[in-house]
């Protein structure tokens, strides 16, 4: 069997035939055409005749073979082997990339739903990271939830359709899953490591956009399938290239009970919107003080918005912002806003920098900031990644708002992204 035919073996199973008749209805249905078929059959032998043929004989042998159709059709949509999850790819570039964006922690949370798998992580509470993989990421994408046994009927009627399915959701090995995503391309990742060790905050202003996804970049092409078998098995990865089948069951673990980190939407204080390269130029001028703390300055007036680190061993550094189009695309200020963050939950996001076309900064009352990063793939649309950071405690004495002028541009709604 060719590498076409393997192709083309993995896209159908993952499009299974769904019929007509609800595998609800199939039982019901069989039966009835079956009685049917008994009745008209009965009636026919016990008066014979050519009159009759077309009136009993052929209906009666109608709903025979169509009560067949429908009990071989009710046993292989039913078969206890269908996964809950199988999802082909024709290529792992793109979900290794994405996925790489979350590396500052070791497991990560696994969502999976009809729309996409929803990967998120968390730094000690003080750092969130959200990773989406739309199901446009890959040529086929089917899901077998069973139904929830076990709801309350208070809750029977819930909003969200998606919550009349029990979806799967586990936590797995980030390290492990990234290593096998990138296992045909592991001969050059020793070539890679060395130059992002020399050059960390590689930007894609310096031409290395053009080769985020590229395979001289990554050395990965071929298939890759997605399953989950069923609750608490494991989560298996078949990755193929030029006949070579490579198969890596990830061992799952129970999900843990966490919690977004609060972000009040209706209360935003600003909302800037600009190119994810240029805050990563911005963070690659910090870098070299090795600070300990970053100040983020949102203001109606000059500085627009700053950056300044602190509490580092060379020095500190400061990154003004000015107010115009070809730098910040929306700028909306309702008052100045102030907030100190560690530099290292910062400096996690910029793997996110680098693959993304722009970046949505946005804070709330609280102070806490939101990172939502848009990342365009050919052939895939758009694919988010959302961070959120818990700033330092507040001081009484800190800066005031000093007359607020009228220079913030609030023209998009505020709980719009992009």
């Not at 067949?68 to 996964?83: K, N, T």
């Not at 899901?143 to 797995?172: G, K």
């Amino acid at each position: 069997m060719d590498l076409d035919e393997l192709r083309l073996w993995h896209a159908a199973s993952g499009s299974p035939f769904l019929p007509t008749v609800g595998k609800g209805s199939q039982f019901l249905v069989g039966f009835s055409l079956l009685l049917l078929g008994f009745v008209l059959t009965g009636a026919f032998a016990l008066n014979r005749s050519i009159v009759n043929l077309p009136v009993l004989g052929v209906p009666a042998s109608l709903a025979l073979a169509f009560s067949l159709i429908e009990a071989a059709m009710e046993s292989s949509i039913s078969d206890p082997h269908r996964p809950l999850f199988r999802a082909v790819a024709s290529s792992t570039r793109p979900l290794y990339q994405i996925l790489k964006s979350l590396s500052f922690t070791n497991k990560i949370h696994v969502d999976i739903s009809e729309s996409g798998i929803r990967f998120s992580a968390d730094n000690a509470r003080v750092m969130q990271g959200v990773a989406h993989w739309n199901k446009n990421l890959f040529t086929t994408y089917s899901t077998n939830f069973p139904l929830p046994t076990d709801r309350d009927d208070s809750n029977s009627d819930s909003e969200d359709a998606e919550d009349e399915t029990a979806a799967p959701t586990f936590q797995i090995s980030l390290p492990a899953f990234l290593e096998t995503l990138q296992i045909f391309g592991a001969a050059d990742a020793a070539a890679r490591q060395a130059r992002a060790d020399v050059d960390p905050y590689r930007s894609n202003l310096r031409n290395y956009r053009s080769d985020a996804f590229s395979n001289q970049t990554l050395g990965m092409s071929g298939t890759c399938s997605l399953s989950y078998d069923q609750e608490g098995g494991p989560f298996s990865v078949v990755l193929e290239e030029a006949g070579v089948k490579t198969t890596c069951n990830l061992t799952t673990y129970l999900a843990e009970a966490t919690e977004d980190i609060p972000f009040d939407i209706e209360d935003i204080s600003f909302k800037i919107i600009t190119h994810a390269r240029w805050l990563l130029d911005a963070l690659a001028e910090i870098a070299p003080t090795a600070p300990d703390k970053l100040t983020i300055v949102a203001s109606r007036r000059e500085p627009y918005l700053r950056l300044t680190s602190a509490g580092g061993s060379l020095g500190s550094s400061t990154v003004d912002f000015a107010k115009g189009r070809d730098l910040l695309e929306t700028f909306s200020v309702r008052e100045r806003w102030i907030q100190t963050f560690k530099f290292d939950t910062i400096k996690a996001a910029i793997e996110a920098m680098k693959i993304a076309s722009k970046v949505s900064l946005r804070g709330d009352k609280q102070g806490v900031l939101s990172m939502q990063f848009m990342v365009e793939v050919e052939g895939a649309g758009l694919n988010f990644l959302d961070f959120r950071f818990v700033p330092y405690a507040a001081h009484e004495d800190d800066e005031e708002d000093e007359g607020e002028g009228d220079e913030g541009a609030g023209g998009e709604e505020m709980d719009e992204d992009f």
